[in-house]
């Protein structure tokens, strides 16, 4: 089974409120990483946290890491109808090279 | 910026074809992916390449094969396509550091209809 397990599968909000979109994962990381993919395209790296970090942000994004419940989140705040995009988290193992992705969260921010 | 492009937005192929489905990055990176994209399961690893010449397969490798012949350009190959191999395919490319750059640059992607 897959290491990283986003949820909810799909979120609807308005414009202007905030997105909250939660990962699991399975065993010990090295890293954590957001990616976002717009409807079609290839994915974008939104940003990285490491399993020594407990929060980052960049801009209106914002990321946590719980290693003991092995969970993220990434809250996007004042979302705008562009932020609409499936969002992916993707783990690195210390003993891997690879990344494995979750399934996806679909955001769709409504104007 | 990174740009790591692929040869085809969409493609249309017909069971038993051989297809190539090209990927090149223009920023040197030693590191280079292919990977499959099917609704509900994500990505999954089809095969890496560390360096020319080098390549590892991933999750999923039955079925396809690579070719890494210059650093730039990565190359998947479907033998004979079947109809399961219709998907998104995404060519993704990274430099060697993995301390300092562990960020993954994807290619547009390919879709391929295999019929």
């Known amino acids: 089974s897959q290491q990283g397990e986003e949820d909810p599968q799909a979120l609807s909000i308005q414009e202007g409120e905030n997105a909250t979109m939660n990962c699991s994962y399975k065993?010990?990381?090295?890293?954590l990483q957001w990616y976002r993919q717009n409807s079609g395209r290839g994915l974008v790296h939104l940003i990285l946290?490491?399993?020594?970090?407990r929060e980052k942000h960049s801009g209106r994004l914002r990321v946590t890491l719980d290693t003991s419940k092995k969970s993220s989140s990434l809250l996007i705040t004042a979302s705008r109808a562009a932020d609409t995009a499936s969002y992916f988290c993707?783990?690195?193992?210390?003993?891997?090279?690879?990344?494995?992705f979750g399934s996806g969260t679909r955001l769709l921010v409504r104007p | 910026d990174v740009k790591v492009t692929q040869s085809s937005r969409y493609l249309v192929k017909r069971t038993g074809e051989k297809v190539f489905l090209e990927c090149v990055q223009d920023m040197d990176h030693e590191n280079m992916f292919w990977y499959r994209q099917d609704p509900g399961l994500g990505l999954r690893l089809i095969y890496f390449?560390?360096?020319?010449?080098?390549?590892e397969k991933g999750d999923i490798p039955e079925g396809y094969s690579v070719s890494r012949e210059k650093k730039e350009r990565f190359s998947l190959i479907l033998e004979s396509a079947s109809t399961n191999q219709t998907s998104m395919y995404l060519c993704a490319s990274r430099p060697l550091d993995r301390v300092l750059q562990e960020t993954q640059y994807f290619g547009p992607g390919t879709r391929l209809l295999v019929l």
């Open positions: 993707a783990t690195r193992m210390d003993s891997s090279y690879k990344l494995i």
């Open positions: 390449s560390y360096d020319v010449k080098m390549k």
């Open positions: 065993t010990s990381i090295n890293n």
């Open positions: 946290i490491r399993s020594n970090e």
